[in-house]
């Protein structure tokens, strides 16, 4: 949930955190406002990274957000519209 966070932040100038919790799983949505991702695919690749020198001058911005979350779910969804803003659902069954 962190990394989503962190990138709605960074990319989405802020968002919303929605976070259901049942018997046997938890789904988290991050949803902001954003820019959108202009190439999913491209985004999903470790090391890749659009965050400014501002960034990445904090520690942040190594381009392993997006495929941390993916590896560390058990269900991951990225939808993105280019000037609309991104939604990222992350699913953890226990």
Not at 35 to 47: D, F, H, K, R
Not at 50 to 62: L, V
């Given at each position: 949930?962190?990394?989503a966070e962190?990138?709605?932040?960074?990319?989405g100038k802020g968002g919303k955190a929605y976070v259901s919790i049942?018997?046997?799983k938890v789904i988290i949505n991050i949803v902001d406002q954003g820019?959108?991702?202009?190439?999913?695919?491209?985004?999903?690749?470790?090391?890749y990274s659009?965050?400014?020198?501002?960034?990445?001058?904090?520690?942040?911005?190594?381009g392993m957000g997006l495929p941390n979350i993916k590896k560390n779910s058990d269900e991951f969804n990225i939808e993105s519209e280019k000037g609309k803003g991104t939604k990222v659902t992350i699913t953890v069954i226990f």
């Open positions: 949930m962190y990394e962190i990138n709605a932040v960074i990319h049942d018997n046997d820019p959108g991702v202009e190439n999913i695919e491209l985004a999903m690749q470790e090391g659009t965050a400014p020198d501002s960034i990445r001058a904090m520690g942040f911005g190594a």
